[in-house]
């Protein structure tokens, strides 16, 4: 059988961009769908592709690819797929939770195709790469064409999200880089997800801590979760618990008991809320306890 | 010519014959197929469990371009179909659970079907929705079917010996609920149909059923037909498990959109429809109440169950006849009483599942034995071997148990895994410091494994003829559905005749062409089928043997068939090659070709209507070890190791049987652990493999398989059924080996980590008052 | 109406060409414009890897795949990988080692599984299990795709399964 044509949807017209300008310029003709890595966009339940009228095709650009270091800052292009992430040599050497957050991210096939700027635009709760980004204090860059020119802005990684599925890209917005500072060589960072399935899940929570130590004591620290409320989030109170003291049993307990109740997590299909707490409670004390 | 020595293929390991065209993706799957002109047929279901249709608007449907029909349930006669007939393909008056078909399309592509999909316009009136079996069965609750107010559905009873006098001698006696969930099959390939009439109005119907000649029967009344005008034709499906064992609406459904369009109709279930439609695992509230002695002899168990129909009955609810023969025979019990009864809600409903109603006993059971030995202070396996019948017991039931090995199996197992000490040694640090503890677990079943006679014949026709070349052709009526009897068969055949596997073909998809099969169910293929393909194989060989006996200057029973030729069986001195005797047989004066057919009836009895009968030719037993390590605060629980024992009669294949052994305890850990089809109020709330949690391959432990040949005299070269006890016995296992690293017992699987995490957490904290 | 778009690509080591509507999968694309029906549609959403295929050297769900994004690539799909001489050496393997039996999932296994090899000669069976983890297999719980994958690959002697 032989498929013609949809009937009076999907999209009617298209661009497979080889430059961020080619991009912005399409963008800015009319709201778009954009075709980074598809893993969102493509899946069959909803169709997001076929319900859109312009399709921008963004695969080609491969000035948003790649990973460089400058300065002491880390740029991620948007465009880099979660399986480039892991194995990164600069990522590797200077953010290993990045990479390790990868390797945890869904399938190999997925990870293939699956980009980093989609995981955040994406913005689900449950966010795997956003965890570990928030933990980075990471940075975006977002490019428009506006007024007959290119427009470039940057917003903090944490506040970007409104809600599941929402962020303050505006429509005519392309996501083009992550940045972030490399950490200092005291930087301990790790993170950890749930789930029978070492990877492909969407996980239950998921946890990240960024921290170092000061003569013993906490000097600086960062501990984000997913799944545990409409978008990814940071743990301020627990990290403010923290700050300036030493790592003992007490201390990490207390913060394993702020944490659960600072979350706001629901009941849902996947887990209850009870147990999102209960699991963010045991994160969060295995990652200060460094157990595995 | 050199003497041509015997050589045996049974109980080698032998590759699929199917499985290289499906290396290359060259098997034409039934989801694959295209018929000249054919549609895309598409099904409204209904979004609410439960009400009544006041009207629905097609028009908008019928006036797209490209649509060729759309079909409610006035548009067509009401024919009813189903166990209790109960169903219709297209439903009218009301809906009555979230799959229940509305409307149906048929046009030329896909998109143009969800287009006219769309323009449906259905009224409803809501109806309040009953969901919880026993609140169905409580007077004034909603009526699923309005014929019948009182909601029941099925209801079994057995009875042997006296509950009362064994309770009264009892010194132990276990009460405990075991609810088991809801599971679904999540075949690879989702459900797909493809219909096309001929100019008489007789059709053609290209089905992933099981069992395909009864399914005529089945799937005749839902349109009207005599059983004789269908052909069923089996392509190559992506899994079965026992989803396919009865008509489903959507076969209806596509026959009456062939019918109505004049031209052929595929219908294709999208994973979401799938989860939703496929007929589940059959759900069950278990009372079971166990007693034994002191001295831990088993003294009676008494049962009731409570069973969710769903909207309407399936094979589902038959599953107390499989359940009873587990409650009765598993171990030796002297006293026996069953009852349950199915009661109708607005939930899907279940069919049959790998293992049968033997999955949910064996969970009940098996844990029993497990909490029994603790409360006698008794080793477990010392407790099983106790009650472990022999060969020559009859069980309450009339089961002869012959040719059994439950006993080296428990055996086995223990000596393998070192199970007592490691048991003794896991409890004892129970209350250690630590929060990864490991567990050790044992469980057994038993289950029919020479057929089963739950309809008139328990049967298998099979025809068998040579070419003018020695090739063969077997004509089955067994089903092929990726369990490998095309293997056995091949196996068998050459180990009569002496002809090169790759020189047989296996004919068994089209219903004009094979003769009578009961079906694919059961374990019953290998011994059934097996058994058919070696009477028509010995047939052909006396026949083969006897025209060159003249020739060889010998009796025929002298003779042997041996890579290609008549060979004297003595000493392998060649006679005459095959091919050339067959081609004098055919050409001479009176032609003779090898065409033989036969029959094969197990021998087996119907069960009589106090359940009572031997209705299997032969049983079997498996005996799983599980050992454990459960993370005790998230509650994650990684299986590392399962020892299976599993008499399996004879092996004929052996990577055909490990395979389907390791198959069916994956698919049986799922089931333990993280398999779970959420029902909420009749809606199915996690219809994907995102949320619907199969075990992957990173999870599979280490799997040590030990098979026991206890030679049936019944079987086929001495091999029984075998595939569906490694899914029976695995879970109650782990769930054994879980309470042995936690001191938890749980009763309800799945052993979710959130259910492990938060009944470790309840067993430790002190309660809190008033919560 | 849908946008058609024209590419051109490389597909199974022969130049090949299509008009695609611009919101298709490339697994759609391949099973009715192509007849390549190797590849299954099983979920839809890149959840049971049933369509694996390999775009530029990767594997990619081809469910997922965008078959406007298919142009100036090079697409392999199972039926490309035997040759004159016979079976390509894992096909080969997944037979003999009995790892097939509905076969459904065994295009996109045996695609996953070539992947694996070919990317990673020293691939330990750690690596393999987790390489594996997007290819849902409902028949043989996976022990004999283990081991077609290592006899296939010569995994050293310590690193079978």
């Known amino acids: ?292 | 010519m050199k003497p041509i020595e015997k050589k045996s293929v049974i109980g080698g390991r032998v590759p699929k014959p199917d499985a290289p065209d499906k290396a290359i993706g060259r098997t034409q799957y039934i989801n694959d197929i295209e018929l000249p002109r054919m549609l895309v047929g598409k099904i409204l279901h209904t979004d609410r469990p439960h009400a009544r249709i006041r009207g629905i608007d097609t028009a908008a449907a019928k006036a797209l371009p490209g649509v060729h029909a759309v079909l409610t349930g006035d548009d067509v006669p009401v024919l009813t179909f189903g166990m209790n007939k109960d169903n219709v393909p297209l439903k009218r008056d009301k809906v009555r659970c979230i799959r229940d078909e509305v409307a149906a399309v048929a046009a030329e592509t896909e998109a143009i079907c969800d287009e006219a999909l769309r323009l449906i316009a259905v009224e409803y009136e809501d109806l309040p929705g009953i969901f919880d079996p026993a609140e169905a069965m409580r007077p004034g609750a909603p009526a699923v079917h309005d014929e019948r107010p009182d909601n029941l559905s099925l209801a079994y009873k057995f009875d042997h010996g006296d509950i009362g006098a064994a309770e009264a001698e009892s010194d132990v006696v276990l009460d405990d609920v075991f609810n088991v969930h809801y599971v679904t099959h999540c075949c690879m390939g989702p459900g797909c149909v493809i219909a096309d009439f001929d100019t008489e109005g007789r059709l053609t119907i290209y089905s992933q059923t099981q069992y395909p000649y009864n399914f005529k029967m089945d799937i005749a009344p839902a349109l009207g037909m005599h059983p004789g005008d269908i052909r069923v034709i089996q392509p190559p499906v992506g899994g079965a498990f026992g989803s396919k064992l009865d008509v489903y609406p959507f076969e209806p459904v596509a026959a009456l959109l062939a019918r109505a369009a004049r031209r052929p109709v595929k219908l294709v279930f999208s994973r979401e429809e799938e989860f939703i439609n496929a007929p589940t695992r059959q759900p069950a509230r278990i009372h079971l109440r166990t007693g034994a002695t002191r001295d831990g002899i088993l003294t009676f168990r008494d049962v009731d169950c409570l069973l969710n129909n769903g909207a309407y009955t399936s094979w589902g609810p038959t599953t107390p006849y499989v359940m009873m023969r587990t409650f009765s025979s598993h171990f030796r019990v002297a006293n026996v009483r069953y009852r349950s009864q199915a009661v109708y809600t607005n939930n899907p409903y279940a069919g049959s599942f790998r293992g049968y109603g033997n999955v949910q006993a064996t969970y009940a059971t098996a844990s029993h034995m497990d909490m029994l030995a603790e409360r006698l202070g008794m080793d477990l396996l010392t407790l099983c071997l106790k009650n472990a019948q022999v060969a020559g017991e009859v069980s309450p039931q009339g089961s002869r148990l012959d040719d059994m090995a439950f006993v080296e199996c428990l055996t086995v197992a223990g000596e393998k895994t070192d199970f007592t000490a490691k048991a003794a040694q896991y409890t004892a640090e129970r209350e250690r410091p630590g929060r990864i503890k490991r567990g050790i677990g044992v469980a057994s079943s038993i289950h029919n494994a020479g057929g089963a006679k739950i309809h008139k014949s328990d049967g298998c026709g099979t025809m068998l003829k040579l070419d003018d070349y020695a090739r063969c052709t077997v004509i089955t009526g067994a089903s092929e559905i990726g369990q490998g009897i095309d293997a056995v068969i091949c196996q068998i055949v050459t180990e009569e005749l002496g002809i090169p596997m790759a020189d047989i073909i296996i004919a068994n998809d089209d219903t004009a062409i094979a003769p009578w099969d009961v079906g694919v169910h059961a374990s019953r293929t290998t011994f059934i089928a097996g058994n058919g393909a070696q009477r028509v194989a010995q047939k052909a060989r006396e026949q083969i043997l006897r025209a060159a006996s003249h020739q060889a200057n010998l009796p025929w029973e002298a003779l042997d068939l041996r890579e290609g030729w008549v060979v004297q069986d003595e000493n392998g001195e060649p006679v005459v090659k095959l091919d050339k005797l067959l081609r004098e047989m055919h050409f001479q004066d009176e032609p003779e070709l090898v065409m033989v057919a036969d029959y094969y009836e197990p021998p087996s009895e119907a069960e009589g209507p106090n359940h009572t009968g031997d209705m299997s030719a032969a049983y079997s037993h498996a005996v799983h070890v599980a050992e454990v390590e459960v993370d005790t605060e998230t509650g994650e629980v990684h299986v590392l190791k399962v020892t299976s024992v599993q008499d399996v009669g004879r092996v004929i294949n052996e990577m055909g049987l490990e395979a389907q052994v390791e198959g069916g305890i994956i698919m049986g850990l799922g089931y333990a652990l993280s398999e779970e089809l959420k029902i909420e109020d009749g809606i199915v709330k996690n219809p994907s493999f995102r949320d619907y949690k199969l075990v992957t391959a990173p999870e599979v432990p280490e799997l040590d398989l030990h098979f026991i040949e206890s030679d049936s005299k019944t079987g086929p070269m001495g091999a029984k059924g075998i595939a569906e006890l490694p899914t029976i016995v695995i879970a109650p296992a782990v769930a054994n080996a879980v309470y042995n690293a936690t001191g938890v017992r749980f009763r309800d699987p799945p052993l979710t980590p959130e259910k492990v995490a938060r009944a470790i957490y309840e067993h430790r904290a002190p309660k809190v008052a008033a919560e | 109406m849908t946008l058609e778009v024209a590419i051109a690509f490389e597909l199974n080591d022969r130049p090949s060409s299509a008009s695609v509507p611009a919101d298709r999968s490339a697994l759609a694309m391949l099973r009715e414009q192509f007849g390549l029906t190797g590849a299954k549609l099983a979920c839809g959403e890149g959840e049971c890897g049933a369509c694996t295929i390999l775009v530029d050297g990767r594997s990619v769900n081809a469910c997922l795949m965008a078959a406007v994004d298919c142009d100036g690539r090079v697409i392999e799909t199972i039926e490309g990988l035997r040759t004159e001489e016979g079976l390509h050496p894992m096909q080969q393997a997944f037979v003999d080692q009995g790892a097939i039996q509905c076969g459904y999932c065994m295009p996109g296994m045996i695609m996953q599984a070539k992947y694996l090899a070919d990317r990673q000669p020293d691939l330990s069976l750690e690596a393999l299990r987790r390489g594996l983890e997007g290819n849902i297999c409902r028949c043989t719980g996976y022990q004999k795709v283990f081991d077609a994958v290592a006899a296939a690959a010569g995994l050293p002697k310590e690193n079978q399964p």
């Open chain 1, 1 to 292: 059988m032989t498929s013609v044509a949809s009937v009076g949807s999907g999209p009617e017209d298209y661009s497979a961009a080889t430059s961020v300008e080619q991009a912005v310029r399409f963008l800015a003709g009319g709201e778009s769908a954009i075709l980074a890595g598809g893993t969102d966009l493509m899946v069959e339940a909803g169709r997001a592709v076929t319900n859109c009228k312009r399709l921008l095709n963004i695969r080609r650009i491969d000035a948003l690819r790649g990973v460089t270091e400058k300065d002491g800052r880390i740029s991620v292009g948007a465009l880099t797929a979660v399986s480039d992430l892991l194995g990164d040599p600069v990522l590797r050497a200077e953010a290993p939770i990045l990479a390790d957050t990868a390797d945890r991210f869904a399938s190999d096939q997925i990870r293939n195709m699956a980009t980093i700027g989609g995981n955040v635009c994406n913005a689900s709760p449950a966010g795997d790469l956003i965890i570990p980004l928030l933990i980075l204090d990471a940075e975006l860059e977002l490019v428009a064409w506006r007024n007959d020119g290119l427009a470039s802005r940057r917003v903090a990684l944490d506040g970007f999200f409104r809600g599941p599925g929402q962020t303050a890209r505006e429509a005519d917005e392309l996501l083009v880089a992550v940045h972030f500072a490399v950490p200092g060589d005291g930087f301990h960072a790790r993170f950890m997800k749930s789930g029978p399935r070492p990877a492909l899940e969407i996980a239950t929570v998921a946890a990240a801590i960024g921290l170092c130590l000061d003569s013993d004591r906490v000097s600086h620290i960062r501990l984000a979760f997913g799944s545990v409320a409409p978008k990814p989030i940071r743990a301020p109170r627990t990290e403010a618990h923290l700050m300036g003291k030493a790592l003992t049993e007490d201390v990490i307990e207390e913060a394993g008991a702020i944490a659960a109740a600072e979350i706001t997590p629901i009941d849902d299909v996947r887990a209850s809320a009870w147990y999102r707490r209960h699991l963010a409670a045991v994160y969060t004390r295995r990652l200060l306890g460094n157990d595995t």
